[in-house]
């Protein structure tokens, strides 16, 4: 398969590369690092990476910006971030991407522990990662072609715990060789609509 990997780079995204990379041909992108360049926020960026890359089996998505902070002092604009960055920068990919994706191909998107599972200062990491999982259910069923989408949910990493630990008291972390398996059971299975938990 050919596989776009949108945070190719990052924690999660590195761990994801080394899995599909044993299998399949992996075209990395970032912010500012891999093959490709792209800004997940702007559908016209996103448009211009598949204008470039051309049609691809998969998509996977491992990105995704955020602000945590205490309720009481939440501004609209901090929720923003999230909304813009983490939830429609990925939706922006499916919406892209629908267009371009092989018969049969696949988005994986991510979204994290905290949709049900919340701690203190995640109030936009909770309703972005919920958000993410509802807009995947409902994808699934519209999708052409056989396209397919399903989302990854992980807990925090062990790679992430020197910054995150302090804020994930109590979580079991896992590492994120463990989270790039829930990529491969989406990318080379055939469910959809599906949101796999890494606990
Ligand atoms: N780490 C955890 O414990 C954990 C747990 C659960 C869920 N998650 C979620 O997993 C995702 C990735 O986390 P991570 O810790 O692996 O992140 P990370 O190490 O910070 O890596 C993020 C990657 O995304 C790229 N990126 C960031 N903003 C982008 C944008 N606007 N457009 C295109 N690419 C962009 C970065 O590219 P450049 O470096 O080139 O800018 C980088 O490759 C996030 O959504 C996070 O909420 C993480």
């Known amino acids: 398969m050919d596989i776009l990997l949108i945070?190719?780079?990052g924690t999660i995204g590195k761990a994801v590369a080394t899995?599909?990379?044993?299998?399949h041909r992996v075209i990395s992108a970032g912010g500012n690092s891999g093959d490709e360049h792209v800004d997940l926020t702007d559908l016209a960026s996103v448009e211009a990476l598949f204008a470039r890359v051309g049609p691809v089996d998969a998509v996977a998505i491992a990105a995704g910006n955020l602000h945590f902070g205490?309720?009481?002092?939440?501004?609209?604009?901090?929720?923003a971030i999230g909304l813009n960055d983490k939830l429609m920068g990925q939706v922006n990919v499916v919406l892209a991407g629908q267009?371009?994706?092989r018969d049969g191909g696949s988005f994986t998107l991510i979204s994290g522990v905290l949709s049900d599972d919340p701690i203190t200062y995640g109030s936009s990491a909770s309703m972005v990662n919920a958000a993410l999982e509802g807009f995947a259910r409902?994808?699934?069923?519209?999708?052409?072609?056989?396209?397919?989408i399903?989302?990854?949910?992980?807990?925090?990493?062990t790679e992430s715990l020197e910054g995150y630990g302090p804020y994930f008291r109590g979580f079991e972390?896992?590492?994120?060789?463990?989270?790039?398996?829930?990529?491969?059971?989406?990318v080379e299975g055939a469910q959809t609509g599906q949101v796999y938990r890494v606990l």
């Open 7 to 9: 945070g190719a780079n």
């Open 99 to 101: 267009k371009v994706l």
């Open 150 to 157: 399903n989302v990854v949910s992980p807990t925090v990493l």
């Open 173 to 186: 972390s896992v590492p994120a060789a463990r989270v790039a398996l829930a990529y491969s059971k989406s």
């Open 138 to 148: 409902s994808a699934a069923i519209e999708l052409p072609r056989g396209l397919r």
């Open 19 to 23: 899995e599909l990379g044993q299998r």
């Open 70 to 79: 205490p309720l009481a002092e939440f501004t609209p604009e901090q929720y």
